[in-house]
Each structure stands twice: as structure tokens, then as C-alpha cells.
């Protein structure tokens, strides 16, 4: 038994992935600002980072083969694929890389989940 139906999961994996870029943005926006002060520090940690990737990765893991067992579709599987890739290099790339890579990862797996949620309600 699921406790979340696909579109749920999607949903949760596409929110996920939302807040994986909002914290990509704005932390170092706000920690540039001096607005967060000790816990900026804390977001700031490849601890932080890890324990944000956890979700992403559980809810992939979830959604995905899920999704291409119900709609035949291995596009969406694919795109969170390379956009999983890009979350985890953005985690070992130097500061200067980490923003991009994390950006361009969380918006890879929110079109990943979208077009698996919009394939698997089909």
C-alpha cells in the first residue's frame, strides 16, 4: 500500500525540487545580506545540502518507475535521471558551480515530474 498516489508523489517530488532551488537562491542572497545570520551558517553546510537531496532522491526513486510502469513513458525517468546527476555534481563542484548545477538540476526534475504527472493522469 502507497500513502501517496503518483500525482501525489510528483507533486511532493516537483515541491521538493522547489525548495531545493529556493534554498539554491536565496541562501546566499540572504547570507550576502546578513539576514539570517548563525542559521545562514547552518543552511550553508554540505550537511544542509545532503539532507535536502535525501526527498528528491526518495521521491524519484518513487515516482519514476512508477510512472514508467503506468504510462510506458521512459522520457520523464530520463530527464530526473540527468537532472539527479546534476543535484549530486552540484554537491561536489566548488562554490562557484554549485548554484548553477543545483539550479539547473531542480528545474530539470520539476519538468521530469510534471510530465510524469501529466503522463500518468493520461
Not at 539576514?35 to 550553508?44: H, K, R
Not at 539532507?51 to 530520463?78: D, E, I, N, Q, T
Amino acid at each position: 500500500m502507497n500513502l501517496l498516489s503518483a500525482s501525489q508523489r510528483d507533486l511532493a517530488g516537483a515541491l521538493c525540487s522547489g525548495l531545493c532551488l529556493s534554498h539554491c537562491l536565496l541562501t546566499p542572497l540572504l547570507l550576502a545580506s546578513g539576514a539570517l545570520g548563525t542559521i545562514g551558517a547552518v543552511l550553508a553546510t554540505e550537511t544542509t545540502h545532503w539532507v535536502l537531496l535525501a526527498p528528491v532522491l526518495l521521491l524519484a526513486a518513487l515516482s519514476f518507475p512508477a510512472g514508467v510502469k503506468h504510462h510506458g513513458r521512459y522520457l520523464p525517468a530520463m530527464i530526473a535521471g540527468a537532472g539527479l546527476l546534476l543535484l549530486l555534481i552540484a554537491l561536489m563542484a566548488g562554490e562557484a558551480l554549485e548554484a548553477w548545477l543545483t539550479a539547473a538540476g531542480a528545474l530539470t526534475m520539476l519538468a521530469a515530474h510534471g510530465f510524469n504527472r501529466r503522463w500518468s493522469r493520461g
